[in-house]
């Protein structure tokens, strides 16, 4: 059965202030019919609060007309959540409890000990557990409002990516990052010519100072170039890449889901601002493309499909890439995979197989 999703588009139809995103965001909250999941409860909201210079993550606006519609609806307490070391520079984005009308609360706690661990059995390429945050996991309902942007590891960043690497402790973010992969450097063939940082064309890889290959994986768009170059072929690519990080990233996300009844499970993602890079590169860069609008519903899967669905019926803003990136010109792929050369629908895939949703949806656009 498909997924009900409601959708509000950022262009008005006609230039009147009911029509503005604004107004139909209340009217999107509306219609999701809030009170059946938060009704004298306790709703975590988690959010990504951004950092550094970064100035592209949710609007406040946004956040203070979320939490005052919880409120109506009848909820018992209501607080955002993040990582403890975004929120200590939330205030420079106008993220303030006075602004939100409730608590700012660190994922694990001040002290990064406020987690509960899940074995993973058996381990999936060295990732043995999954901790989550202690503070959602005392909530009621679990509301995951989300900025969507592109991702150089896994394509883009949205409602999974905002659990899984946001929800967790920071021993478990990166027990993820180690899942990052593709290429296979054998030390003992390598003479250290150089060769294929030279000919990285995406600045990808550097000897770190023990004289290992480094690869930074955000940039290496998987071209295969360090491969061929290599005089003493001392470096392989395998298959799937970046694949194993999008399933790390689901299973934990999944794991979260499952301590939360499906009724209480709510995801807003908003297309606006989708920039190339994730917001915790502490910089903000032109949008990829026009904004879109917001996407509400009560399946993670739906809702990011549906989103990369969206994006991906938009052109390229000229000149929104960094300068030196080239864009693929086959037109069958994900924008997203045109700029990073990872599949975006691959985390989708993965949640649906674990049992989070389906993929099928069907759209209500808010008047």
């Known amino acids: ?130 901790e989550l945050s202690g503070a959602i996991l005392k909530a009621d309902v679990l509301l995951d409002f989300s900025h969507v942007k592109g991702h150089g590891v896994c394509g883009f960043g949205g409602a999974s990516k905002n659990l899984s690497m946001g929800a967790v402790t920071d021993k478990m973010r990166q027990m993820l990052h180690g899942l990052e992969g593709g290429l296979v450097w054998k030390e003992e063939k390598c003479s250290h010519c150089g060769s294929c940082i030279a000919n990285c064309p995406n600045g990808a890889m550097k000897f770190d100072e023990n004289g290992r290959l480094d690869v930074f994986y955000h940039n290496c768009k998987f071209c295969q170039h360090c491969v061929l170059i290599c005089p003493e072929q001392a470096i392989t690519m395998t298959a799937g890449g970046y694949l194993d990080f999008q399933k790390g990233m689901a299973m934990t996300s999944a794991k979260l889901l499952e301590q939360f009844p499906e009724n209480r499970r709510l995801f807003i993602n908003m297309l606006m601002d989708t920039t190339i890079f994730c917001d915790c590169w502490s910089m903000t860069t032109p949008r990829l493309i026009p904004d879109i609008g917001i996407l509400a519903g009560r399946d993670i899967v739906a809702v990011e499909q549906a989103t990369l669905d969206l994006i991906n019926r938009e052109e390229l803003i000229p000149k929104s890439l960094p300068e030196g990136w080239d864009l693929l010109e086959d037109r069958s792929l994900h924008l997203f995979e045109r700029i990073h050369h990872k599949d975006p629908y691959a985390v989708v895939r993965y949640l649906e197989e674990l049992g989070c949703g389906t993929a099928d949806y069907a759209l209500e656009e808010i008047e």
């Open 1 to 130: 059965m498909s997924a009900r999703l409601l959708f509000a588009a950022f262009a008005p139809k006609t230039l009147e202030p009911a029509n503005s995103i604004g107004n139909k965001f209340q009217r999107l909250l509306e219609k999701l019919d809030l009170p059946s999941a938060v009704g004298n409860r306790t709703v975590a909201v988690k959010m990504h609060l951004g950092g550094g210079g970064g100035f592209s993550t949710i609007h406040p606006f946004f956040v203070r007309k979320l939490i005052q519609a919880v409120r109506k609806a009848g909820a018992r307490e209501v607080f955002v959540t993040d990582l403890r070391r975004d929120i200590s520079g939330a205030i420079d984005r106008g993220y303030t409890e006075e602004v939100f009308g409730c608590r700012i609360v660190p994922v694990c706690g001040e002290d990064e000990r406020d987690f509960k661990t899940f074995p993973v059995e058996p381990p999936f390429h060295g990732m043995d557990r999954i």
